[in-house]
């Protein structure tokens, strides 16, 4: 088994400390010590593409930039790694929205995959003029992305639905190969749409069970549409030589945090009507109410996983914590209960990157998980660990 690899940018800004924004957030509740230029992003994006990632996963948001310009812009500052775009469906039409993607691949063949975010925020979609309830945009997306899936197969669509309208659709050109959909989503209502479409479906990271829980749910749903989905899940790390090391890391960036900035931002969050939000707000809650937060083993939910980042930071709130052989080993195990693809990111986005692509990527194709393209010299690959201890 091969696993996919795929690193993050952060449209709004990063930092050597959490930064905040994301699910539940107001715009502008994001804020980092670097601007997220061009220029920097660039870097991450050639890091990335130098350590053999396949992609990187743009956010969407009021808090952060948009998605599908940020990342046209990269494609040009690139050579292979392809941008996981996240977009909202109802905030623009499905024929645009195919209409961007064939133009995308076009430009950039292969390198566009679609991150589809219904959205769980109503306070949020409401100041994109999008009053539907939660239930009725899982109904309009799953309109949406079926007007779409139809286009990109050359139709020429009209659809009379509930929520979408159209008459005589079709594009100029297709896209070849045709973007895979990325769907993540907990609640009753998204896994239907989820099982229907998603050529990926995506999790936060809780601990195994639960994660193994809910790929059963979506793999069942499916099943009974006779597809297949592939799993994948969203995770920060901090990985270093020793765990030591990883979890001073980690307790570095709590020490950081003020109770104000905490309960500011775990008042905002309770707003969120996702149902992986609120899963996310319950990994630390009793941590909270008891004042233990600032121990970053407090927050260790399950081995080496995590939940500080959720303190501040909307959606994903989890991160794996320990040396190289450690976060090896757990990405391991989430492979073997079924997950594919991992969307990974540190803080900062740069610096965590080197950590993880010279820690733990070696040991993960020691293990066979990984397959390293960098170039090898005399069939020895530099990047290979001479020792395999934590």
């Known amino acids: ?30 804020a ?37 310009l940020t990342t046209a812009m990269l494609a040009r500052e690139s050579e292979r790694l392809a941008f996981l775009v996240a977009f909202r469906p109802g905030l623009i039409s499905p024929t645009l929205a195919a209409q961007m993607a064939a133009t995308f691949s076009a430009h950039a063949p292969g390198r566009l995959l679609l991150n589809v975010v219904t959205g769980g925020e109503a306070h949020e979609q ?74 990926v479906y995506l999790t936060w990271g809780e601990p195994a069970d639960a994660v193994a829980a809910k790929i059963d749910w979506i793999r069942g749903l499916a099943a009974e549409r006779g597809r297949k989905p592939r799993f994948g899940i969203r995770l920060h790390v901090i990985s270093r030589d ?43 809650e009793a941590s909270r109410a008891d004042g233990t937060w600032r121990d970053p083993h407090a927050l260790e939910v399950a081995p080496n996983l995590w939940a500080g980042v959720g303190l501040v930071r909307g959606g994903a709130g989890t991160a794996l914590v320990g040396s190289h052989a450690e976060v090896a080993d757990r990405i391991a195990e989430y492979a073997e209960i079924g997950i594919d693809e991992f969307v990974l990111s540190g803080y900062p986005h740069l610096e965590e990157l080197y950590w993880f692509g010279e820690g733990v990527l070696p040991r993960l194709v020691q293990r066979g998980l990984f397959h390293d393209t960098r170039a090898t010299v005399a069939g020895h690959n530099a990047f290979l660990p001479k020792e395999t201890s934590a």
């Open 1 to 30: 088994m091969t696993l996919t690899l795929h690193w993050f940018l952060p449209t709004y800004g990063d930092s050597r400390y959490i930064v905040g924004g994301g699910h539940g957030q107001l715009a502008g509740a994001a």
């Open 32 to 68: 980092g010590d670097r601007r997220a230029s061009i220029g920097y992003l660039s870097s991450i994006v050639r890091a990335a593409e130098e350590f053999g990632f396949t992609g990187a996963l743009t956010p969407t948001g009021a808090w952060c930039e948009d998605a599908w």
């Open 126 to 199: 409401r100041a994109y003029g999008d009053h539907l309830s939660k239930d009725e945009r899982y109904a309009r997306c799953d309109e949406f992305l079926s007007v779409v899936r139809r286009l990109w197969s050359g139709e020429t669509v009209t659809h009379r639905g509930t929520h979408l309208d159209i008459d005589a659709a079709s594009l100029p050109t297709v896209p070849d190969p045709v973007p895979p959909l990325y769907f993540g989503g907990s609640s009753p209502a998204a896994g239907p749409v989820a099982a229907e479409h998603a050529d």
């Open 242 to 284: 020793t765990s030591e090391e990883a979890w001073s890391q980690a307790g570095r960036l709590v020490e950081a945090l003020g109770e104000d900035t905490v309960a500011g931002a775990q008042a905002s969050l309770a707003r969120s009507e996702s149902t992986g939000q609120r899963r996310m707000r319950e990994l630390h």
